[in-house]
């Protein structure tokens, strides 16, 4: 037997005893899935599984009663913010997939001094969104990071949750490791753009209590760091 297909939803869309689907959702359960009065699906919703039993399906709603509710096992114990600078072409949003599937709770776009690109539009920030939200199904996560506005320097470090490390390519002797402790339960790390970050904006940081770390003694391209050093993190401080 197949596992349930699982979907993700809203608050709303699940009290303690029945759930509602919609719009695109109910039209897939109906219509392309072909699923039928009795069959079970699994609701995800603020780190919740819930599964349901269906009881009416139709193409523009489809009810059903929760039979169980779990906590997701497969997120992280750490909540981990990156930082990701806006990158050319889609390499940004390679990225976001990435991360996401690693276990990621947030993502913020950076703006800085030598960015190449400027600007999140609006459409290219849903766009980011709804990646993340494939890359979430696709690992059977528990939660969908969210996508913040994107934020220049200055803002940055009111954005992010406190400890904040740097990756920068001008550290040489401090190793991620020495910035984490095994008992995190929350993180930021920061990736600067193709350009680098400049002296003035990590001594900046250092001012705001930020850790400037080494990912090693090779020079990683930005999407590279970035996927190196979440992927990093989570060992070190423990992902489940």
Do not use: C, Y
């Not at 603020?46 to 059903?64: N, P």
């Not at 009663?65 to 909540?79: D, H, L, N, S, Y």
């Not at 600078?85 to 030598?114: K, M």
């Not at 690992?139 to 200055?154: F, I, K, L, M």
């Amino acid at each position: 037997m197949s596992a349930p297909h699982r979907f993700f939803v809203d608050d709303g869309a699940v009290t303690r005893e029945r759930a509602w689907l919609r719009g695109d959702q109910a039209k897939q359960i109906a219509l392309v899935l072909r699923l039928a009065a009795g069959d079970e699906v699994v609701l995800v919703s603020a780190g919740d599984e819930i599964t349901v039993r269906l009881d009416a399906v139709g193409r523009g709603l489809v009810e059903g009663a929760v039979v169980a509710r779990r906590a997701a096992a497969t997120e992280p114990a750490v909540a981990l913010t990156l930082a990701l600078p806006l990158l050319r072409g889609d390499r940004s949003e390679e990225v976001v997939e990435a991360v996401t599937q690693l276990g990621v709770s947030r993502i913020v776009p950076l703006v800085s001094q030598r960015s190449v690109v400027r600007e999140l539009s609006d459409a290219k920030r849903e766009r980011w969104q709804r990646i993340a939200r494939e890359a979430a199904e696709t690992a059977r996560r528990g939660r969908v990071p969210h996508v913040a506005e994107a934020v220049g320097w200055p803002r940055l470090f009111d954005a992010l949750e406190p400890p904040i490390v740097i990756a920068w390519e001008g550290e040489r002797e401090r190793p991620l490791a020495s910035a984490l402790a095994p008992s995190l339960r929350s993180l930021s790390l920061v990736i600067g753009p193709e350009g680098g970050l400049t002296e003035e904006e990590i001594a900046s940081a250092r001012q705001r209590g930020a850790r400037v770390v080494t990912l090693g003694p090779r020079n990683l391209r930005s999407e590279t760091a970035a996927v190196a050093a979440v992927a990093q993190a989570f060992v070190l401080v423990g992902s489940d």
